[in-house]
């Protein structure tokens, strides 16, 4: 069971951050899929204009948010020639769960058991939620049982603003000078598509967009979209044997032909990769079939795709008066490629955790971050934690104690630059 962190440094952030995690989670900034504009949303430049202000308040005085809805900011170094770092946390939160009206609740010094939220009938039971064994001694925040909280990721947008307020106010910490950028849209695979790289200007960056205390990643799924439009025959259902193919019904079978013991999220751990159907819509005309495919091995995962196709092809040929037409959509690769011939990156995020007296826990993610894209931009951008579970659900929760850890892991991460 781990005990609540108290390190003086961790301590010292604690309450900034938890005033700025409440403030930024009451902002809605669920992203869209199918986005006509950067950002998908409008409250993700709600939340990106009191941010630049914030950074601008605490003394970055370049702060800003551009027509993309990105912000950018520069905290200058203490230290002469470091390199430039970068911090980034992303602004939207997912549309999987319901995300207007987040009304965060903070539960100080949670003694185990049950945790019943007030709507919905939502319930946080260790029984079911492991984690929740470990957080005895913890202040937990949650949202109040209807939406998501928003921990993924505005516990690493507080966690990064927290840090970066603390390092300004304290100038004789040693730092080199520290990039700052919040993305929008990396819930739907855009967090990085129109980052600017070279005017970010940083010799390599870290995402707070993790989980559990601990946790250092710089390996992620690699992620194929593959969308599947069919087109049906329609007629009036009174006149139509041997004339009616139902568009949602041929989608149906691609679906119903999909493994359902393997190769499943719910079937799968540890480095197993998965086909997983996330929408079906339609009618007897059209319909439209959304999945997404993972896998850490590039091999395995074209193979993944290639089930995929013979399913679709087989269903097809088994309907030929309907129009089946399958598209892949390369997202995100596996970033361990692009980072693991840079010792440093690692090394110092490894000097910065024992700093805290933390052991890294160097699982990969099952998903994928920003730093997965920008990695393969030429940024390497391993993920750190930021005391955030059960994100997209509305079970979503967060450890105070784990945030501020991952603030002040922060901290010292811009130390252990200085000596590089």
């Given at each position: 069971?781990a005990?609540?962190?108290?390190?003086?440094?961790?301590?010292a952030?604690?309450?900034?951050?938890?005033?700025?995690?409440?403030?930024?989670?009451?902002?809605?900034?669920q992203?869209?899929?199918?986005?006509?504009?950067?950002?998908?949303?409008?409250?993700?430049l709600?939340?990106?204009?009191?941010?630049?202000?914030?950074?601008?308040?605490?003394?970055?005085?370049?702060?800003?948010?551009?027509?993309?809805?990105?912000?950018?900011?520069t905290?200058?170094?203490?230290?002469?020639?470091?390199?430039?770092?970068?911090?980034?946390?992303?602004?939207?939160?997912?549309?999987?769960?319901?995300?207007?009206?987040?009304?965060?609740?903070?539960?100080?010094?949670?003694?185990?058991?049950?945790?019943?939220?007030p709507?919905?009938?939502t319930?946080?039971?260790?029984e079911?939620?492991?984690?929740?064994?470990?957080?005895?001694?913890?202040?937990?925040?949650?949202?109040?049982?209807?939406?998501?909280?928003?921990?993924?990721?505005?516990a690493?947008?507080?966690?990064?603003?927290?840090?970066?307020?603390?390092?300004?106010?304290?100038?004789e910490?040693?730092?080199?000078?520290?990039?700052?950028?919040?993305?929008?849209?990396?819930?739907?695979?855009?967090?990085?598509?129109?980052?600017?790289?070279?005017?970010?200007?940083?010799?390599c960056?870290?995402?707070?967009?993790?989980?559990?205390?601990?946790?250092?990643?710089?390996?992620?799924f690699?992620?194929?979209?593959?969308?599947?439009?069919?087109?049906?025959?329609?007629?009036?259902?009174?006149?139509?044997?041997?004339k009616?193919?139902?568009?949602?019904?041929?989608?149906?079978?691609?679906?119903?032909?999909?493994?359902?013991?393997?190769?499943?999220?719910?079937?799968?751990?540890?480095?197993?990769?998965?086909?997983?159907?996330?929408m079906?819509?339609?009618?007897?005309?059209?319909?439209?079939?959304?999945?997404?495919?993972?896998?850490?091995?590039?091999?395995?995962?074209?193979?993944?795709?290639?089930?995929?196709?013979?399913?679709?092809?087989?269903?097809?040929?088994?309907?030929?008066?309907?129009?089946?037409?399958?598209?892949?959509?390369?997202?995100?690769?596996?970033?361990?490629a692009?980072?693991?011939?840079?010792?440093?990156?690692?090394?110092?995020?490894?000097?910065?955790?024992?700093?805290?007296?933390?052991?890294?826990?160097?699982?990969?993610?099952?998903?994928?971050?920003?730093g997965?894209?920008?990695?393969?931009?030429?940024?390497?951008?391993?993920?750190?934690?930021?005391?955030?579970?059960?994100?997209h659900?509305?079970?979503?929760?967060?450890?105070?104690?784990?945030?501020?850890?991952?603030?002040?892991?922060?901290?010292?991460?811009a130390?252990?630059?200085?000596?590089?």
């Amino acid at each position: 069971m781990a005990a609540p962190y108290s390190s003086p440094l961790a301590q010292a952030l604690s309450e900034d951050l938890l005033a700025r995690f409440l403030r930024y989670v009451q902002v809605q900034t669920q992203s869209k899929p199918d986005r006509e504009r950067s950002p998908s949303t409008p409250g993700q430049l709600e939340l990106g204009r009191l941010l630049a202000a914030e950074l601008e308040a605490i003394g970055l005085a370049d702060a800003e948010l551009d027509e993309h809805g990105y912000v950018y900011a520069t905290l200058p170094a203490t230290v002469a020639d470091a390199p430039v770092i970068g911090l980034i946390a992303h602004l939207d939160t997912s549309p999987d769960a319901p995300g207007a009206g987040v009304a965060p609740i903070v539960h100080r010094d949670y003694q185990a058991g049950v945790i019943e939220l007030p709507r919905a009938g939502t319930r946080l039971d260790p029984e079911t939620m492991p984690r929740l064994r470990g957080m005895v001694g913890h202040d937990i925040v949650t949202a109040s049982g209807d939406t998501l909280l928003g921990a993924d990721d505005k516990a690493g947008v507080a966690a990064i603003m927290a840090a970066v307020a603390h390092l300004a106010a304290h100038p004789e910490l040693p730092r080199p000078t520290l990039r700052i950028a919040f993305t929008p849209d990396e819930e739907i695979g855009h967090g990085a598509t129109l980052f600017d790289i070279p005017r970010f200007g940083a010799r390599c960056a870290y995402t707070l967009d993790g989980s559990r205390r601990g946790e250092l990643q710089d390996e992620s799924f690699s992620a194929i979209e593959v969308r599947i439009d069919v087109a049906g025959v329609g007629v009036h259902p009174g006149t139509a044997k041997g004339k009616l193919v139902s568009a949602l019904m041929v989608a149906a079978e691609i679906v119903a032909g999909l493994p359902k013991d393997r190769l499943t999220p719910a079937t799968t751990s540890g480095r197993e990769g998965f086909i997983h159907p996330t929408m079906l819509e339609g009618g007897t005309e059209r319909a439209h079939l959304r999945l997404i495919v993972r896998d850490f091995d590039e091999q395995l995962l074209a193979g993944h795709v290639a089930l995929l196709r013979e399913i679709t092809d087989r269903v097809s040929a088994a309907n030929p008066a309907a129009r089946v037409e399958l598209q892949e959509i390369r997202q995100y690769r596996n970033m361990r490629a692009y980072i693991e011939h840079d010792q440093d990156v690692i090394a110092a995020a490894v000097e910065a955790y024992a700093a805290e007296g933390l052991e890294p826990i160097r699982e990969p993610i099952r998903g994928g971050t920003d730093g997965s894209r920008l990695s393969e931009m030429g940024l390497p951008t391993p993920n750190i934690f930021d005391g955030g579970h059960e994100y997209h659900s509305l079970r979503e929760f967060a450890s105070l104690q784990d945030m501020a850890c991952a603030a002040a892991v922060v901290v010292r991460l811009a130390e252990a630059w200085t000596r590089r």
